[in-house]
């Protein structure tokens, strides 16, 4: 069969555009995913006790767009949830992103209290301060501040998850977990944050269910390529791989998944539990309090950061800095010149996006189409 488009991976980029080409404008759609699942990055399933788990490590919707968010509502109900995270420090289990009740926690009373008053003087009530900014402070305080925080939230994790230090990174990166002025524990702060009520799984599966879509799982794009018939292709695999590794490899940071299971209704009181500074993994996730469902047993995984091997494990995070970007950009010139051929994604676009911005690209090039 001749197919419009094919689209190559079922992630939420792919299963985007795929669900718009079908139902906006007719197209009939072949997508192909390598995995023998769907969803991507964001596939759930239940293990064998039947919980609910993110195979791929803890995946949190949050979101600033209406738009995002109204468009997967059509595919899900939402169940609501907000993620709340402890880091352990100096042995103690304390609130992050680091904010006023962290402070607090680690702080003697007084030195707390005019440290509180320093933060909110200097960049106001409810600001959210990357710790690259902070550490720029004048005020001796406000530095000893930055130098603690730094030292005990992010240099470890840092090393640990990307083997290099904040420094070397784009400071989006640690930007991500800012210093909050404010007594505001939760991780983002976006308006809208919940799970889909029936896991991302069956929410893709649903955007997927168009008679004009067709599935072939199990396939990789360039092993078939040869046998497919269509007008054109969207691309959301690594776009290195896509032109053969032309100019080198794209660096990715991979992640080794430990999983255990207690029979025990749980064993940490919150969702995840960040590890800056102990032990060589980065984070545990106990996925029952993302899920809210009830048993005796309860199921966490362990993260494991380390470096990505082509055909030994997954190239699960795009690593932002300049040397690679400057790589990156040879590729895309290369992607410009194929006219038949779109590329969109976390790996095709070499770019750190959460799902919302993953589904908003897609949208993006959904409405710039030829
Ligand atoms: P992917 O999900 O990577 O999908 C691409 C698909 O293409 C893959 O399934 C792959 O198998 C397939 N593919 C690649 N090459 C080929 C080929 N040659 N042939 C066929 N198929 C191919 N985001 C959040 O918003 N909140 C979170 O809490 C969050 N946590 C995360 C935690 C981890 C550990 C990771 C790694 C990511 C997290 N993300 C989170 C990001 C989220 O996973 C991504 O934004 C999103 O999944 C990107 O979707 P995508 O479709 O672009 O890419
Ligand atoms: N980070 C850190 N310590 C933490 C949490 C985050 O140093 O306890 C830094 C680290 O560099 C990490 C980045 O901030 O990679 C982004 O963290 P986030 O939790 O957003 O990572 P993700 O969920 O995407 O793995």
Same mark, same amino acid.
């Given at each position: 069969?001749?197919?419009? /488009?094919?689209?190559?991976?079922?992630?939420?980029?792919?299963?985007?555009?795929?669900?718009?080409?079908?139902?906006?404008?007719?197209?009939?759609?072949?997508?192909?995913?390598?995995?023998?699942?769907?969803?991507?990055?964001?596939?759930?399933?239940?293990?064998?006790?039947?919980?609910?788990?993110?195979?791929? &490590?803890?995946?949190?919707?949050?979101?600033?767009?209406?738009?995002?968010?109204?468009?997967?509502?059509?595919?899900?109900? /939402?169940?609501?949830?907000?993620?709340?995270?402890?880091? %352990?420090?100096? &042995?103690?289990?304390?609130?992050?992103?680091?904010?006023?009740?962290?402070?607090?926690?680690?702080?003697?009373?007084?030195?707390?209290?005019?440290?509180?008053?320093?933060?909110?003087?200097?960049?106001?009530?409810?600001?959210?301060? *990357?710790?690259?900014?902070?550490?720029?402070?004048?005020?001796?305080?406000?530095? %000893?501040?930055?130098?603690?925080?730094?030292?005990?939230?992010?240099?470890?994790?840092?090393?640990?998850? /990307?083997?290099?230090?904040?420094?070397?990174?784009?400071?989006?990166?640690?930007?991500?977990?800012?210093?909050?002025?404010?007594?505001?524990?939760?991780?983002?702060?976006?308006?809208?944050?919940?799970?889909?009520? %029936?896991?991302?799984?069956?929410?893709?599966?649903?955007?997927?269910?168009?008679?004009?879509?067709?599935?072939?799982?199990?396939?990789?794009?360039?092993?078939?390529? &040869? +046998?497919?018939?269509?007008?054109?292709?969207?691309?959301? &695999?690594?776009?290195?791989?896509?032109?053969?590794?032309?100019?080198? *490899?794209?660096?990715?940071?991979?992640?080794?998944?430990? /999983?255990?299971?207690?029979?025990?209704?749980?064993?940490?009181?919150?969702?995840?539990?960040?590890?800056?500074?102990?032990?060589?993994?980065?984070?545990?996730?106990?996925?029952?309090?993302?899920?809210?469902?009830?048993?005796?047993?309860?199921?966490?995984?362990?993260?494991?950061?380390?470096?990505? %091997?082509?055909?030994?494990?997954?190239?699960?995070?795009?690593? *932002?800095?300049?040397?690679?970007?400057?790589?990156?950009?040879?590729?895309?010139?290369?992607?410009?010149?194929?006219?038949?051929?779109?590329?969109?994604?976390?790996?095709?676009?070499?770019?750190?996006?959460?799902?919302?911005?993953?589904?908003?690209?897609?949208?993006?090039?959904?409405? +710039?189409?030829?």
């Amino acid at each position: 069969m001749k197919y419009d /488009w094919v689209i190559v991976g079922a992630g939420l980029t792919g299963a985007t555009l795929a669900e718009r080409l079908a139902s906006q404008r007719g197209a009939r759609v072949l997508v192909v995913e390598r995995r023998r699942h769907l969803a991507g990055n964001a596939y759930d399933h239940p293990n064998p006790e039947g919980l609910l788990v993110h195979r791929y &490590g803890p995946h949190i919707f949050h979101t600033q767009s209406r738009e995002v968010f109204d468009y997967l509502s059509r595919f899900t109900a /939402w169940r609501p949830y907000v993620h709340r995270v402890l880091a %352990e420090i100096q &042995g103690r289990r304390v609130p992050l992103p680091f904010n006023l009740n962290t402070l607090h926690a680690l702080y003697p009373r007084r030195l707390a209290e005019r440290v509180e008053e320093k933060l909110v003087a200097r960049f106001g009530h409810g600001a959210r301060v *990357p710790i690259l900014k902070l550490k720029t402070a004048d005020d001796p305080e406000l530095a %000893e501040l930055a130098a603690f925080v730094y030292q005990n939230v992010f240099l470890g994790y840092t090393r640990k998850q /990307w083997g290099l230090a904040p420094e070397e990174l784009d400071p989006a990166v640690t930007g991500r977990v800012p210093v909050v002025v404010a007594r505001d524990d939760r991780y983002f702060a976006d308006p809208y944050q919940a799970l889909p009520a %029936e896991g991302y799984t069956r929410m893709v599966e649903r955007m997927l269910a168009h008679p004009r879509i067709h599935l072939l799982l199990g396939a990789d794009f360039k092993e078939i390529e &040869g +046998e497919l018939r269509f007008d054109r292709l969207i691309y959301t &695999g690594p776009i290195d791989a896509f032109f053969d590794y032309l100019h080198g *490899p794209l660096p990715y940071r991979s992640l080794r998944f430990v /999983w255990a299971t207690h029979r025990t209704p749980a064993v940490q009181p919150v969702a995840v539990i960040n590890y800056p500074n102990e032990h060589p993994f980065t984070r545990t996730t106990e996925y029952k309090h993302l899920t809210g469902q009830e048993s005796p047993f309860t199921a966490i995984s362990y993260e494991y950061p380390e470096a990505h %091997e082509p055909g030994r494990n997954e190239p699960y995070y795009p690593i *932002p800095r300049e040397e690679n970007r400057l790589r990156y950009r040879a590729y895309q010139k290369e992607a410009q010149k194929l006219k038949h051929v779109f590329f969109a994604g976390r790996l095709a676009d070499y770019r750190y996006y959460n799902m919302d911005q993953a589904v908003a690209r897609a949208l993006k090039l959904f409405r +710039e189409l030829p």
